[in-house]
């Protein structure tokens, strides 16, 4: 099980080349909403909890510049920054207040792929916080490729406690009872493969769906259910290249359920998820999904 340290996945920073093109497409098309605006920075929320789940920074290309993830309290930020100082992570910087909107308490540091990520409590939280059909109310996981995914999925378990839920041709982990919050696709490079956004169900799925068609973004891969983590989902090639990615009824995973390995999923040819009724992935989002570079260095917002 997970150490319960890390409660979940708050969700991203992304550098953007045209962050008002961006903040307009995940605003009316994609339907989260706009919390704060800084420094030519657009925060934006779902309609659960967390003050901002998706924050869109002005940079010369588009890149994953951090991932957030929510700890227990203000002690868990400080265990947690001692626990990765002596795993000798690169670029850590220590526990001080967040100078951002929604604030909070938190470190950062590298993963051993170069990746950003940030700890962070004490971040403010929206009381109205609630599942809407058609609105995303969180980002649930993120994909990120890599030519080493166990020896980095080890290294977020050993660092954060979180704990591997399945494997296939991915390696699954999580901090919560959904399947799983981070995953690690083989890659050439460390690059992201794609984010995922709850919706309320498979209705809410489709008619964001139809939205997003109707907007020059068609499903590229979906309507289908996944094999690892049960989910339904519907993939997209959003602005600026990012693959995203509208989901719902992910697996909750409880000690009882069984670790799988990648022999365990196999489906009938021509197939690539539970149903069989969606053509494979699109080579415009297969090549989409190797786009996107970790800005390298500290993230500074
Ligand atoms: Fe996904």
Redesign the pocket.
Known sequence: MPEGLIKSLRGVDLGVTNVAAQARFYTEIWRLTKVAERDGSIYLRGSGAHHHILALHPRPQAALLCINLAAADRATVDVLHKRVASLNAPALQPPAPVNEPGGGYAFTFADPEGRTVRVIAEDQRHANARVEPDRPHKI??V?LNTPRQEEVAKFWVDALGFSVSDRSLLTFIRCSSDHHSI?FHPGESSSL??I?FEMADIDSVMRGAGRMRDAGHPIEWGLGR?GP?N?V?A?FVGPEDFVI?Y?AEIEQVTDASPVRAPGDWAYPAGHSDLWGATPPPSARMKEAQKKIRFAPGPFRP
């Open positions: 649930t996981h994909v995953a493969h794609h995922a996944h983590g989910n989902f993939y990615e989901t």
